[in-house]
């Protein structure tokens, strides 16, 4: 468009993060499933049921959420 960077570069930089964008593809349609499914609202419901279980409540939601990271994360070597 404005000429800054070679056709050639920007196909071969848009190439080199497949990997990424398939990942993240991934991620969202993961995500919008479990939307569909009703996971985030039973999630919610069972962070939120019982007001005398707050710190419990909490705990749960750190834990789902490390859970999530842990199984939805991608490692990737990078080579510099």
Not at 20 to 37: C, I, P, Q, S
Not at 47 to 65: E, I, N, Q, S, W
């Given at each position: 468009?404005?000429?800054l960077v070679p056709w050639k570069s920007a196909l071969q930089a848009v190439?080199?993060?497949i990997d990424v964008y398939l990942f993240l593809?991934?991620?969202?349609?993961?995500?919008?499933?479990a939307r569909k499914e009703g996971l985030f609202d039973l999630l919610a419901a069972l962070a939120?049921?019982?007001r005398a279980a707050r710190p419990k409540a909490?705990?749960?939601?750190?834990a789902v959420g490390t859970v999530v990271t842990?199984?939805?994360?991608t490692t990737?070597?990078?080579?510099?």
């Amino acid at each position: 468009m404005f000429a800054l960077v070679p056709w050639k570069s920007a196909l071969q930089a848009v190439g080199k993060g497949i990997d990424v964008y398939l990942f993240l593809v991934g991620m969202m349609l993961l995500a919008e499933l479990a939307r569909k499914e009703g996971l985030f609202d039973l999630l919610a419901a069972l962070a939120c049921g019982r007001r005398a279980a707050r710190p419990k409540a909490l705990r749960l939601v750190y834990a789902v959420g490390t859970v999530v990271t842990v199984f939805l994360s991608t490692t990737r070597r990078q080579s510099f």
